[in-house]
């Protein structure tokens, strides 16, 4: 590890570790999990730093790390339960080894999305099924374009637009009595079905 590409990494990573924080936080409901995930996708970056081409959208390259590491964790769960030895954990995050001269921001803790979203949304959020949560997330929440969340993803376009459509369809369903609770709908609108 050389201390250029150590610095590089970390310069570009910073302005998304929020972001990615976040997301992971949204995609396993856990903060410990969310952690993990970010550091697990960290992890892979940085050892793949030479396969990202320079002048391309880095956050979008991240982005999609992180999804691709979450699902194989994912199925990996689904198949087998989770075992953990204490014993071999490591007392320190991957943020440590990076570079000490760069100021690197604090993970956001969990606290920072329980004000962020009132309960009734998050919960509407947090039920949708997983393929349409994570592309609302992606594009509502990260602010991705179709075509990114589409390299994210490693689906096509109609898909993208498809699941997000649904997705916010859902959303809207699950909203319906807290939009009309704080008055934003009226008696007299009804929802199309």
């Given amino acids: 590890m050389t201390r250029d590409r150590q610095k590089e990494f970390a310069e570009l990573i910073e302005p998304h570790l929020s972001s990615l924080y976040n997301t992971a936080l949204r995609m396993t409901h856990n903060q410990h999990d969310a952690e993990d995930l970010v550091q697990d996708t960290l992890f892979k970056a940085y050892r793949a730093l030479d396969q990202f081409q320079k002048d391309t959208n880095f956050r979008a390259w991240v982005f999609r790390i992180l999804v691709n590491t979450f699902i194989t964790a994912y199925r990996k769960t689904i198949r087998q339960p989770q075992k953990v030895s204490y014993d071999e954990m490591e007392e320190f995050f991957l943020y440590k080894r990076l570079d000490e001269t760069v100021s690197m921001q604090e993970v956001p803790k969990e606290e920072f999305l329980e004000n962020l979203f009132d309960d009734d949304v998050k919960e509407a959020l947090d039920n949708l099924p997983y393929q349409f949560r994570l592309v609302v997330l992606l594009c509502d929440v990260e602010g991705f374009s179709y075509q990114e969340i589409s390299e994210i ?37 009804k929802p199309k079905k």
Avoid at 156 to 183: C, D, F, H
């Fill in 153 to 189: 993803i490693d689906a096509p376009l109609g898909t993208v637009m498809s699941r997000l459509y649904r997705g916010r369809k859902l959303l809207q369903r699950y909203l319906w009595n807290y939009a009309k609770e704080r008055g934003y709908i009226t008696d007299e609108f």
